[in-house]
């Protein structure tokens, strides 16, 4: 699957609505909605108020990323504020299984986030329960960072465990995509990129957008 989420983490705060609507006429899938609390990332950026808004305006799913400590606190906030798709850092909370039903009980979809350090090992007997796999491919906190070339192993090892589990969580990827390694993601089996700088800070966004997901045309 080669899907693209823009985060609009780098999309333009005082007008938001033009961004959400250029996503709507163009190839993206879904809204990436970054969530950050200075307390898992040394950042802040938005929360339930934004995405409420986002919500009356978004004709995609919204994938919110939760950056934040104690996530299931808040899933309920967050699926009631309009959220579709909910990801949470598994350095961030203990009782991971029981934090997937709980956002899956919430008639949502849900994932969990690995920071660039953590192997994908560790989702091993958990991936047959998730919907999504969000692998980072820079330490969260910012947009506009560099990507971590080891992501590709990583995503190719987690294609082989989803085959070998017979599971069906897709691969999400996030931090520095752009158009020049968005077609070897997909080869090394993403099924989902985030883009942020690539997206809303190129001239023609809609375009990037089309690039990311069908390479560039000549
Ligand atoms: C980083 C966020 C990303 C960020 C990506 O912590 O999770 O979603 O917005 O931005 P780019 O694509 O600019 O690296
Ligand atoms: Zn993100």
Redesign the pocket.
């Known amino acids: 699957m080669n899907l693209i989420a823009p ?1 609009l983490l780098s999309a333009n705060f005082l007008n938001l609505e033009a961004d959400i609507e250029m996503v709507n006429q163009s190839e993206a899938d879904w809204f ?1 909605c ?1 969530v950050m609390d200075g307390r898992f990332v040394p950042n802040i950026s938005f929360g339930i108020p934004v995405i409420q808004a986002i919500k009356k305006k978004a004709q995609k799913p919204l994938d919110v ?1 939760l950056m934040i400590v104690e996530p299931d606190k808040y899933f309920e906030a967050f699926a009631k504020a309009g959220a579709d798709i909910i990801t949470f850092h598994y350095e961030a909370c203990t009782h991971i299984h029981r934090a997937v039903q709980q956002i899956k009980a919430l008639g949502l979809k849900a994932g969990v986030v690995l920071n660039p350090h953590t192997p994908v090992s560790v989702l091993e007997d958990i991936l047959g329960d998730l919907d999504v796999v969000l692998l980072m491919s820079v330490n ?1 906190g910012f947009g506009g960072q560099q990507f971590i070339e080891r992501t590709y192993e990583k995503i190719k090892k987690l294609r082989l465990m989803i085959k070998e589990h017979h599971a069906s969580a897709l691969i999400e990827v ?1 931090g520095g995509v752009n158009t020049h390694n968005a077609k070897t993601l997909f080869e090394a089996g993403a099924d989902v990129l ?1 883009a942020g700088n690539a997206v809303f800070k190129s001239e023609n966004p809609m375009k990037a957008i089309k690039e990311l997901k069908f390479g560039k045309q000549k």
């Open positions: 985060s990436h970054d990323h969260p996030d985030v």
